[in-house]
């Protein structure tokens, strides 16, 4: 079955600063990538995704970028922000089960003002 | 419009006490999932409904672990006889379609089994 790999666990940044997290898969027919955050105590939600028909996708100040060759998708988010922090994790959709969420075991990122 | 809600958000049971964990999707929505998030981990599937019928429960760990939806709406996770192991939080989502799409989480529901 489809796993995930994620890291790093933990990520510090100064404020302003770029933040890049990464995430290879195994299965190579998953074809979506969402991408949650989680606050503490809070709910996952979702922040960005992309599906395997795309190379690259953006939002603001978000964008996450695939490489189905490779089997890795990254999260990067410029001009970091202390409401940043918080636990960031990929997910795979396998193809064979394509409701169904992979998750990654999730990055933890802080942003020091 | 009100999102996925959970009750209760926090229960403690002793060893051996059977609970059940209520789920309320947004209204509408055909699927509702089930994951088991450990602490420092990832949401891990348990199962997935597609309207009230259960198509997918290969993530349920144990015998002990049931979960219904029988209206096609509410959905409750029922574990029979918890164990220590079963410490969790228990997270709720739901989507508008069966295949890929977004899923809304809930609050999640926090069990502590002393």
């Known amino acids: 079955g489809e796993n995930v790999e994620q890291h790093p666990s933990t990520l510090s940044v100064q404020e302003g600063d770029s933040a890049v997290i990464k995430c290879t898969y195994s299965d190579s027919a998953s074809n979506y990538f969402p991408w949650y955050k989680q606050e503490l105590g809070k709910r996952p939600q979702l922040i960005i995704d992309?599906?395997?028909?795309?190379g690259e996708k953006k939002d603001q100040r978000i964008a996450v970028t695939l490489n189905k060759t490779a089997k890795h998708f990254s999260l990067h988010i410029t001009e970091t922000q202390p409401e940043d922090s918080a636990v960031y994790f990929c997910a795979a959709s396998p193809m064979d089960s394509s409701y169904k969420l992979i998750f990654g075991s999730g990055t933890r990122l802080l942003v020091r003002p | 419009g009100a999102g996925v809600s959970q009750s209760p958000r926090y229960k403690v049971a002793k060893r051996g006490q059977d609970v059940a964990l209520r789920c309320d999707p947004i209204?509408?929505?055909?699927?509702l999932f089930w994951y088991q998030q450990a602490l420092g981990q990832g949401p891990e599937f348990l199962t997935y409904f597609q309207n009230e019928a259960q198509l997918d429960k290969s993530g349920l760990p144990s015998d002990r672990f049931f979960a219904e939806r029988p209206e096609g709406s509410v959905s409750t996770l029922k574990i029979q006889r918890t164990q220590q192991e079963d410490s969790a939080v228990y997270l709720c989502?739901?989507?508008?379609?069966?295949?890929?799409?977004?899923?809304?989480f809930g609050p999640g529901t926090r069990l502590t089994v002393t």
């Open positions: 989502a739901s989507s508008l379609v069966g295949a890929t799409g977004e899923q809304y």
């Open positions: 992309i599906r395997s028909n795309v």
């Open positions: 209204s509408g929505h055909v699927s």
